[in-house]
């Protein structure tokens, strides 16, 4: 906690620049201590990743003058698996009982670490083993990351299929980054059985972003353009989703849209349902609500339903925004589509979306628009008489 305040009195100061410095002199001096390394290594993660390269030296935050914008992102996070690591042999010859909850919080903690901007759009980075051995060079400009280059799929091996990965028998056998993620996940759920929700959890949250139809979003454009060729409706694109059992997906890959089955152990649904059945927590319900964005995504709109029901029943809804979303499947509902201008003389046309409904009635009736716009100025001209005047 000394280090924690420490660290923030620099930045009120405005001295970020001394972090390194400072840091590294206090890991020198605890070097012992597994828990100060652990909160070391948080501390890489949470400072600013930026700089500027002056003579030849780095000095991390804002520099005034010109200067080479550099960026430590990477190195950063070497230095905190390092930290992890370290933290993480040094509690392991540590049996006092006491320290189990903190065991799996420290493994946690590692695997956030691990997933450092690899969990979602840069997923294919986990494929690679880093090297803890050595710091990598800083480098030129801001570090952009997950946003430099949009989505590209989850990674597929060379024969199309999607990259899972397994879980090691330990750290020194992981052969990806990937692989000590599951590594540490599993050793959280080991160590702090009570954690499990929160793990599973985070679990199900990667490989949902990975495999969940969802990710065939950004073909919105493409497909809503093919909508008319029946010749495109395959069991492999947006429109087959409804056919979806629970142990299958249609998700794009780097490779594009590809159906394909889910193991149990990389099944985001099941990981999911097991939560919701399982904690009776804040995990539990976000667990549900999971699910029903899952189904409807899936366009099996009755299975959506019946979990957020059931989220009606066992947790309640003190905004009434279960309520509403319940309705909007299981009631009437409807609206209109924008329509653009008509030209006059021809019988215009609407377009309405609806739901669950049988018949619709309209009923017309011709606007005088000079009327209208008299009546509205006059009302705005009476609410407040003395700062607006229309002409």
């Known amino acids: 906690d000394d280090l924690s305040a420490a660290i923030q009195c620099l930045r009120n100061l405005g001295r970020v620049s001394e972090f390194d410095g400072f840091v590294e002199k206090a890991i020198k001096v605890h070097s012992d201590n597994g828990r100060f390394l652990a909160r070391a290594a948080q501390s890489y993660l949470d400072i600013e990743h930026f700089g500027s390269m002056v003579a030849g030296e780095f000095v991390r935050g804002p520099h005034r003058g010109r200067a080479l914008m550099m960026n430590s992102f990477e190195r950063d996070r070497v230095r905190a698996l390092q930290l992890y690591e370290a933290a993480i042999e040094k509690n392991a010859r540590d049996t006092k009982p006491e320290r189990d909850g903190y065991t799996g919080d420290l493994y946690l903690a590692c695997s956030r670490a691990l997933l450092g901007n690899r969990g979602w759009n840069e997923a294919w980075r986990l494929q690679y083993l880093t090297d803890l051995s050595v710091l990598p060079d800083y480098d030129e400009g801001y570090y952009r990351g997950d946003y430099q280059s949009g989505t590209r799929g989850a990674p597929a091996n060379p024969d199309g299929s999607p990259v899972f990965h397994r879980l090691p028998k330990s750290w020194a056998a992981a052969a990806t980054d990937g692989e000590r993620f599951r590594w540490c996940l599993n050793q959280a759920i080991e160590y702090s059985p009570s954690l499990e929700g929160r793990v599973l959890s985070l679990w199900a949250d990667f490989l949902c972003n990975q495999f969940d139809v969802a990710t065939m979003s950004e073909y919105r454009g493409y497909f809503s353009r093919v909508a008319e060729d029946e010749t495109k409706k395959n069991e492999s694109g947006p429109y087959a989703v409804h056919t979806l059992g629970q142990n ?112 619709v009635s309209f009923t017309a009736r011709e606007i005088n628009v000079h009327k209208l716009l008299a009546d509205l100025k006059e009302y705005i001209e009476a609410a407040a008489p003395h700062e607006v005047h229309l002409v």
Not at 283 to 300: D, G, H
Not at 304 to 312: K, V
Not at 336 to 352: I, K, N, R, S, W
């Open 248 to 359: 299958e997906t249609i998700a794009r890959l780097a490779t594009g849209i590809k159906r394909f089955p889910l193991p149990d152990e990389f099944n985001y649904i099941r990981i999911y349902q097991k939560v919701a059945d399982a904690d009776k927590s804040d995990c539990a319900e976000e667990a549900l609500y999971k699910l029903v964005s899952i189904f409807e995504n899936r366009m099996q709109y009755q299975t959506a339903a019946e979990y957020l029901r059931r989220s009606l029943r066992e947790y309640g809804d003190s905004s009434n925004h279960k309520q509403d979303r319940l309705d909007q499947i299981v009631k009437n509902w409807g609206q209109f589509q924008p329509v653009t201008t008509q030209p006059a003389g021809v019988g215009a046309a609407v377009e309405y979306r609806f739901r669950n409904g049988r018949s």
